[in-house]
């Protein structure tokens, strides 16, 4: 069977050099790839600002993220990125301070909450339905832009308990795709020893992009928060919690060696990170689905089939059966986990050595980067068969002997060991169960409903930014499935 092959940058055939990625590789981090990135085991690039390596061998990769985590904090160019965006979120922060964070966080987002949710993601699945059943027949329609409004619109409905409407979705999607333009061009300096160097108006364009996305959530949150520092003064705590939503965990939540909980900064920050890093990673792998699926016409078509199936009667099941209900879709599931391999929605995660090391043949050097790339290992040459072709189904066997006997040596044990889309180790990102359920049921409904085809001429660009989008948008054609 042949498989559809998506267009990805073609890799430079020679590595940059420091100058070139200073001048031309700032609009993508994917540009700054060249042919033997998708072979190595470890690269290196000493650059004028910072000593670089990628790690691309899955047991260097486990040292990094799991066996030496704590050696190895989140990259303070990131936070720098970030911080006018997220705060000091678990996104953000290290150390103590992300430890004290990430187990005030844990509570909301247990199995058992995650599916107590369900109904409300599955409201904002219903609205999506009906905007796309207002499209008209054969037209041409941007699919990153609906899947931006229904993954931000399932975020507010857990977390706030509020629907997010059009105009607001439209202003949070222009303001971080001005972000997220803006941040590689904000960090390459840094990289040249050259912070001073970043322009004062693009600071500033930054700077009102992250404030507008703010604001949106400080007029939601406030009003809680406030109301419930008063119910608390009062005696009264059950009355300023009426919503079971993600914010009521979290203004519930205590640490356990202090009793206190999150100020009203910290919870800001905490709802912007599960805002913004929530919803705009799904939108991303969303998008990135139906581009797939519309290349796919077999896969698509078996993909309506178990959806139709599977969705009768959902409506009336409790949340439990009715997550269990998605959750059984194996075709579902298997083409969203194939959307993650080929198109992480972070592509690069970056890490800071706090202390000296050696890893292969190399002096790792504290204060030095590690950058551990879904992107170039979930495509990698010698970890994959067949890297860069989307093929769901690979997923339900085995890697056949001539996989491994055509190049692929390691291809039975690469699900587990070179599939991180999600991260790997203690910040493992807390929304996997979350994002695994929210991107089942869209996708079954919309498989249920829609059949997605090519727009002529249209190809897609990823570019790598704080997440990988197309360049020019995700255009399809949409079309109603036929009776019978």
Known sequence: MTHFRPHYPPPAPRKPGPWQLFFHKRRSWLDGLYERSYRMKMGEIHLPGVDLYMVNEPPLVRQVMVEQAADFPKHEMLGDALRPLLGDSIFTTNGAVWQRQRELMNPSFEAARVKRVFGRMRDAADAMVQRLRAVP????????????????????????????????????????????????????????????????WLQRQSHRAAVEIRSLLVGMIRPRYDAYQMALKAGDEAAALPDDDILATLLRVRDAKTGKGFDFDELVNQVAMLFLAGHETSASALSWSLHLLAHAPEVQQRMHDEAVAGLVGVETLDHDEAAGRVKDMVLVRNVFRETLRLFPPVGFFARQAAVGCTMRDKQVKPGASVVISPWLIQRHRELWAAPDDFDPDRYEREASDAEVAAGCPHARESLRKAYLPFGMGPRVCIGTAFALQEASLILAMLAREFRFEPVPGHVPQPVGRLTIRADNGIRLKVHRWQAG
């Open 137 to 200: 027949e054969d037209s041409e329609h941007d699919l990153e832009v609906e899947m931006t409004h229904v993954a931000a619109d399932i975020i507010l409905r857990t977390i706030l308990s509020q629907p997010l409407d059009g105009e607001s979705a439209h202003r949070v999607f222009e303001a971080f795709e001005r972000y997220q333009a803006l941040a590689p061009r904000l960090m390459m300096p840094a990289f040249f020893g050259l912070r001073w160097l970043r322009p004062w």
